[in-house]
């Protein structure tokens, strides 16, 4: 079953669990993330002017710069931008070194209109309301009407609730891993979200299943194999 609904610290608890149970590293999973929202760009936005990747200083930055760093080598003209360095020895900063993409300020963010945006910037695990750089991009990516492509979930929805921490990007797609999360499917975040693509990034069922979850998505694979299908000779006075 793959719709289990997991919290933000449940997807970190599964995150945990592929790791310790091998052969994939945190790395691999970022590296593979990464590809998944790459792949989004190329294959949507083949003719995008120039797409601006966003970087925070954690894992969804991380995931950023395996974006840009794929882009790049892809020949797509890409600007990456961060909010801060990735904290020594992470997974990130491995990211940040294999990415030939050189990093610019994000209190200088400048676009032009036919861009494309990546948020990689805070992802389902923020929890506090976006301000200064943060929020002057999400203002000039929406005046500008530029397409976003969100990493995990659009910087600034709540993860846990869906609700908007001040002001949030509203994204055309939003590329999140393994499984939904509460903010992609409860309102107002799900309306932020666009097109949700679900991708595989090597987190398997048995890792899922090990964390008991107890919220899914009502979906009729959920509740089809207890549905009484009626027979063909079934009419309302047959018990």
Not at 80 to 107: I, M, N, T, Y
Not at 208 to 236: G, M, Y
Request: include cysteine; charge should be negative; aromatic fraction near 6%.
């Amino acid at each position: 079953m793959s719709n289990e609904i997991l919290s933000p610290a449940e997807m970190a608890e599964a995150d945990r669990l592929t790791i310790s149970a091998g052969p994939r590293d945190g790395i691999g999973l970022m590296r593979n993330a990464g590809a998944a929202v790459a792949a989004v760009v190329l294959a949507h936005f083949p003719a995008a002017r120039r797409v601006h990747v966003l970087c925070g200083p954690g894992n969804n930055g991380g995931d950023g710069y395996v974006v840009a760093r794929i882009l790049g080598d892809s020949a797509v003209d890409v600007l990456l931008w961060a909010s801060g360095s990735p904290k020594a020895g992470s997974d990130a900063a491995l990211a940040a070194s294999e990415c030939q993409v050189r990093p610019r300020p994000l209190s200088e963010f400048a676009a032009e209109t036919g861009s494309v945006v990546v948020d990689a910037l805070y992802g389902a695990g923020l929890s506090k309301p976006l301000s200064g750089d943060a929020a002057r991009v999400v203002e000039v990516a929406t005046e500008l009407n530029l397409p976003v492509v969100a990493v995990d979930l659009p910087s600034g929805v709540s993860g846990e609730s869906g609700q908007i921490l001040g002001q949030a990007f509203r994204a055309r797609f939003t590329v999140t891993f393994a499984r939904k999360k509460p903010g992609h499917l409860l309102l107002p975040g799900r309306e932020m979200c666009g097109e949700l693509v679900l991708a595989d990034i090597g987190i398997g069922d048995r890792i899922i299943a090990q964390l008991e979850p107890r919220t899914f998505e009502n979906t009729p694979p959920l509740w089809l194999e207890s549905f009484p299908i009626p027979a063909v000779d079934t009419h309302k006075y047959l018990s």
